[in-house]
Protein backbone atom coordinates (compact mmCIF):
# COMPACT_ATOMS: atom_id res chain seq x y z
CA UNK A 1 0.00 0.00 0.00
CA UNK A 2 0.91 3.73 0.20
CA UNK A 3 3.85 4.61 2.91
CA UNK A 4 4.36 8.20 3.92
CA UNK A 5 8.11 7.75 6.48
CA UNK A 6 10.88 9.74 7.75
CA UNK A 7 14.21 9.12 7.79
CA UNK A 8 14.63 10.70 11.33
CA UNK A 9 12.94 10.54 14.29
CA UNK A 10 14.59 13.17 16.15
CA UNK A 11 16.96 16.22 14.73
CA UNK A 12 18.54 18.53 17.49
CA UNK A 13 19.39 21.84 15.85
CA UNK A 14 21.29 25.15 17.55
CA UNK A 15 19.25 28.07 17.57
CA UNK A 16 19.43 30.34 14.88
CA UNK A 17 20.38 27.57 12.65
CA UNK A 18 18.87 26.19 9.51
CA UNK A 19 16.63 22.73 10.05
CA UNK A 20 15.93 20.18 7.58
CA UNK A 21 13.40 17.43 7.92
CA UNK A 22 13.02 14.77 5.35
CA UNK A 23 10.73 12.30 4.25
CA UNK A 24 10.11 9.72 2.00
CA UNK A 25 6.95 7.86 0.10
CA UNK A 26 6.70 5.21 -1.51
CA UNK A 27 3.53 5.22 -3.88
CA UNK A 28 0.98 8.15 -4.39
CA UNK A 29 -1.89 9.16 -6.32
CA UNK A 30 -1.97 12.21 -4.08
CA UNK A 31 -2.74 15.89 -5.21
CA UNK A 32 -0.94 17.42 -2.57
CA UNK A 33 1.85 17.05 -0.04
CA UNK A 34 2.01 19.22 3.09
CA UNK A 35 3.79 19.45 6.65
CA UNK A 36 2.19 19.74 9.76
CA UNK A 37 3.21 20.70 12.91
CA UNK A 38 2.20 19.12 16.41
CA UNK A 39 3.50 21.36 19.71
CA UNK A 40 3.44 19.42 23.44
CA UNK A 41 -0.68 19.40 24.13
CA UNK A 42 -2.24 20.71 20.70
CA UNK A 43 -3.63 19.44 17.20
CA UNK A 44 -1.06 19.41 14.26
CA UNK A 45 -1.02 23.02 12.87
CA UNK A 46 -0.40 23.12 8.95
CA UNK A 47 3.01 24.87 7.70
CA UNK A 48 2.58 24.20 4.10
CA UNK A 49 1.92 22.47 1.09
CA UNK A 50 3.17 21.74 -2.52
CA UNK A 51 1.01 20.60 -5.41
CA UNK A 52 2.21 16.91 -7.18
CA UNK A 53 3.02 18.87 -9.86
CA UNK A 54 5.46 21.37 -8.34
CA UNK A 55 9.23 20.75 -6.79
CA UNK A 56 9.41 23.99 -5.11
CA UNK A 57 7.28 26.02 -2.74
CA UNK A 58 8.32 28.61 -0.27
CA UNK A 59 6.31 30.28 2.78
CA UNK A 60 7.58 32.28 5.70
CA UNK A 61 11.05 30.85 7.11
CA UNK A 62 10.14 27.63 5.72
CA UNK A 63 10.65 25.95 1.99
CA UNK A 64 9.04 22.40 0.99
CA UNK A 65 11.14 20.45 -1.74
CA UNK A 66 9.61 17.77 -3.67
CA UNK A 67 11.45 15.67 -5.78
CA UNK A 68 9.13 12.81 -7.42
CA UNK A 69 12.06 11.15 -9.02
CA UNK A 70 13.53 9.69 -6.05
CA UNK A 71 9.73 10.19 -3.73
CA UNK A 72 11.31 12.64 -1.42
CA UNK A 73 9.86 15.34 0.08
CA UNK A 74 11.70 18.18 2.58
CA UNK A 75 10.88 21.09 4.84
CA UNK A 76 13.78 23.38 5.24
CA UNK A 77 13.36 26.28 8.37
CA UNK A 78 15.53 29.03 8.16
CA UNK A 79 16.73 30.79 11.71
CA UNK A 80 15.66 27.79 13.73
CA UNK A 81 13.90 29.63 16.41
CA UNK A 82 13.00 27.66 20.36
CA UNK A 83 9.25 28.09 19.12
CA UNK A 84 9.87 25.53 16.31
CA UNK A 85 10.71 23.05 18.93
CA UNK A 86 7.45 20.35 17.90
CA UNK A 87 6.56 16.89 16.40
CA UNK A 88 6.97 17.88 12.71
CA UNK A 89 4.90 15.18 10.08
CA UNK A 90 4.48 15.34 6.52
CA UNK A 91 1.51 13.90 4.87
CA UNK A 92 -0.01 13.69 1.98
CA UNK A 93 -3.36 14.69 0.71
CA UNK A 94 -5.76 12.95 -1.53
CA UNK A 95 -8.90 15.16 -2.36
CA UNK A 96 -12.12 13.65 -3.34
CA UNK A 97 -14.57 15.59 -4.96
CA UNK A 98 -17.39 15.74 -2.43
CA UNK A 99 -16.29 13.55 0.04
CA UNK A 100 -13.56 15.38 1.77
CA UNK A 101 -9.59 15.58 1.81
CA UNK A 102 -7.76 12.39 3.26
CA UNK A 103 -4.54 12.96 4.80
CA UNK A 104 -2.01 10.32 5.48
CA UNK A 105 0.27 11.07 7.43
CA UNK A 106 4.05 10.18 8.07
CA UNK A 107 5.83 8.84 11.29
CA UNK A 108 7.01 12.02 12.43
CA UNK A 109 10.36 13.80 13.30
CA UNK A 110 10.72 15.97 16.59
CA UNK A 111 12.78 18.80 16.12
CA UNK A 112 14.56 20.25 19.21
CA UNK A 113 16.37 24.19 19.17
CA UNK A 114 18.78 24.08 21.84
CA UNK A 115 19.75 27.54 22.84
CA UNK B 1 -13.60 32.35 15.18
CA UNK B 2 -11.25 30.92 13.61
CA UNK B 3 -10.73 27.57 15.86
CA UNK B 4 -11.96 23.75 16.43
CA UNK B 5 -13.08 23.75 19.85
CA UNK B 6 -13.12 20.35 21.53
CA UNK B 7 -14.51 18.84 24.53
CA UNK B 8 -13.76 17.50 27.29
CA UNK B 9 -10.00 17.99 27.21
CA UNK B 10 -9.60 14.50 28.91
CA UNK B 11 -12.02 11.57 29.56
CA UNK B 12 -11.69 8.53 31.72
CA UNK B 13 -14.42 5.89 30.65
CA UNK B 14 -14.72 2.08 31.98
CA UNK B 15 -14.58 -0.54 29.17
CA UNK B 16 -19.15 -0.49 29.83
CA UNK B 17 -19.69 3.06 29.85
CA UNK B 18 -21.34 5.08 27.46
CA UNK B 19 -19.76 8.97 26.33
CA UNK B 20 -19.42 11.11 23.80
CA UNK B 21 -16.68 13.59 22.33
CA UNK B 22 -17.85 16.82 20.99
CA UNK B 23 -16.17 19.20 18.02
CA UNK B 24 -17.41 22.91 17.31
CA UNK B 25 -16.21 25.07 14.92
CA UNK B 26 -18.15 27.96 13.69
CA UNK B 27 -15.85 29.14 10.72
CA UNK B 28 -19.12 27.40 8.12
CA UNK B 29 -16.61 24.93 7.46
CA UNK B 30 -18.67 21.79 5.55
CA UNK B 31 -16.20 19.31 5.80
CA UNK B 32 -15.50 17.40 9.17
CA UNK B 33 -13.12 15.11 10.08
CA UNK B 34 -11.98 12.34 13.03
CA UNK B 35 -8.38 11.34 13.60
CA UNK B 36 -7.08 8.89 16.39
CA UNK B 37 -3.83 9.31 17.76
CA UNK B 38 -2.03 6.72 20.05
CA UNK B 39 0.89 8.26 21.58
CA UNK B 40 4.25 8.91 19.45
CA UNK B 41 2.78 7.84 16.32
CA UNK B 42 1.14 9.86 13.44
CA UNK B 43 -2.66 10.62 13.51
CA UNK B 44 -4.95 8.57 11.42
CA UNK B 45 -8.33 9.22 9.66
CA UNK B 46 -11.35 7.36 11.00
CA UNK B 47 -14.08 9.40 9.64
CA UNK B 48 -15.18 12.54 7.72
CA UNK B 49 -18.35 14.22 6.89
CA UNK B 50 -18.93 15.98 3.58
CA UNK B 51 -22.19 18.87 3.98
CA UNK B 52 -23.23 16.20 7.35
CA UNK B 53 -23.30 13.56 5.53
CA UNK B 54 -21.04 10.60 6.64
CA UNK B 55 -18.65 10.35 3.03
CA UNK B 56 -15.49 7.97 4.65
CA UNK B 57 -15.39 5.60 6.87
CA UNK B 58 -11.73 4.09 7.26
CA UNK B 59 -13.08 0.63 8.58
CA UNK B 60 -13.46 1.78 12.04
CA UNK B 61 -15.54 -0.16 14.42
CA UNK B 62 -18.96 -0.21 15.14
CA UNK B 63 -17.78 1.13 18.68
CA UNK B 64 -16.93 4.34 17.53
CA UNK B 65 -20.12 5.94 16.55
CA UNK B 66 -20.10 9.33 14.67
CA UNK B 67 -22.55 11.72 14.56
CA UNK B 68 -22.82 15.35 12.73
CA UNK B 69 -25.96 17.40 14.22
CA UNK B 70 -25.47 20.31 11.81
CA UNK B 71 -22.80 22.07 10.21
CA UNK B 72 -21.17 23.45 13.21
CA UNK B 73 -21.02 19.56 15.18
CA UNK B 74 -19.38 16.92 15.34
CA UNK B 75 -19.64 13.99 18.01
CA UNK B 76 -18.24 10.81 18.52
CA UNK B 77 -20.25 8.03 20.73
CA UNK B 78 -17.96 5.75 22.36
CA UNK B 79 -19.35 2.64 24.08
CA UNK B 80 -17.62 -0.61 25.22
CA UNK B 81 -14.59 0.52 24.44
CA UNK B 82 -10.99 -1.49 24.60
CA UNK B 83 -7.94 -0.46 26.60
CA UNK B 84 -5.92 -0.65 23.08
CA UNK B 85 -8.49 2.90 22.10
CA UNK B 86 -6.85 5.23 24.26
CA UNK B 87 -5.42 7.72 22.55
CA UNK B 88 -5.79 11.27 21.43
CA UNK B 89 -8.68 11.96 19.44
CA UNK B 90 -8.51 14.51 16.86
CA UNK B 91 -11.59 16.85 15.01
CA UNK B 92 -10.41 19.57 12.26
CA UNK B 93 -12.35 21.02 9.35
CA UNK B 94 -12.04 22.29 5.87
CA UNK B 95 -14.23 24.94 4.13
CA UNK B 96 -15.28 22.40 1.08
CA UNK B 97 -15.28 18.54 0.42
CA UNK B 98 -11.99 17.55 -1.46
CA UNK B 99 -10.62 20.98 -2.70
CA UNK B 100 -9.29 22.66 0.26
CA UNK B 101 -6.04 21.06 1.43
CA UNK B 102 -5.57 22.79 5.04
CA UNK B 103 -7.23 21.22 8.16
CA UNK B 104 -7.55 23.19 10.73
CA UNK B 105 -7.30 20.52 13.85
CA UNK B 106 -8.70 20.96 17.50
CA UNK B 107 -7.10 20.52 20.41
CA UNK B 108 -7.75 16.88 20.98
CA UNK B 109 -9.70 15.01 23.37
CA UNK B 110 -7.23 12.72 25.64
CA UNK B 111 -8.89 9.45 25.98
CA UNK B 112 -8.51 7.01 28.60
CA UNK B 113 -10.06 3.32 28.94
CA UNK B 114 -9.71 1.60 32.16
Known amino acids: GENVGLHLPTLSVQEGDNSIINCAYS??????FIWYKQESGKGPQFIIDIRSNMDKRQGQRVTVLLNKTVKHLSLQIAATQPGDSAVYFC??????????????FGGGTRVLVKP | DTEVTQTPKHLVMGMTNKKSLKCEQHMGHRAMYWYKQKAKKPPELMFVYSYEKLSINESVPSRFSPECPNSSLLNLHLHALQPEDSALYLC?????????????FGPGTRLTVL
Open chain 1, 91 to 104: AENRGIKAAGNKLT
Open chain 2, 92 to 104: ASTPNSGTDVEQF
Open chain 1, 27 to 32: NSASDY
